[in-house]
């Protein structure tokens, strides 16, 4: 069993930055791949990033790329999701999520383990 716990969200302008963070306990966190996931009202929650297991490979969705970086502290049992040039549409529910696996994983299905979410909104 792990249990996340999701911080950093808030409100923000256009254009500004957020670093969201996850923090795990319960098991031991270099066995797991992490993702952030998002989930604006009347839409589907989707991925947009995700790392495996020693942080050196990662996934981002494309509209987020060159925007978001993922990273891990294995040390610090945290993940983090840094996002910057924020935009209106990146206004949503954010989520961190985990699951036992040796790569990254992009679907819902795929993860066993959700934080409760911390919103984020991106006022234009």
């Known amino acids: 069993q792990v249990q996340l716990v999701e911080s950093g969200g808030g409100l923000v302008q256009a254009g500004g930055s957020l670093r969201l963070s996850c923090a795990a306990s319960g098991r031991t966190f270099t066995s797991y791949a992490m993702g952030w996931f998002r989930q604006a009202p009347g839409k589907e929650r989707e991925c947009v990033a995700a790392i495996n297991w020693s942080g050196d490979s990662t996934y981002y969705l494309d509209s987020v790329k060159g925007r978001f970086t993922i990273s891990r502290d294995n040390a610090k049992s945290t993940v983090y999701l840094q996002m910057n040039r924020l935009k209106a549409e990146d206004t949503a529910v954010y989520y961190c999520?985990?699951?036992?696996?040796?790569?990254?994983?992009?679907?819902?299905?795929?993860?066993?383990?959700w934080g409760q979410g911390t919103q984020v909104t991106v006022s234009s």
């Open positions: 999520a985990a699951t036992q696996g040796s790569s990254w994983y992009k679907n819902t299905y795929q993860y066993a383990y």
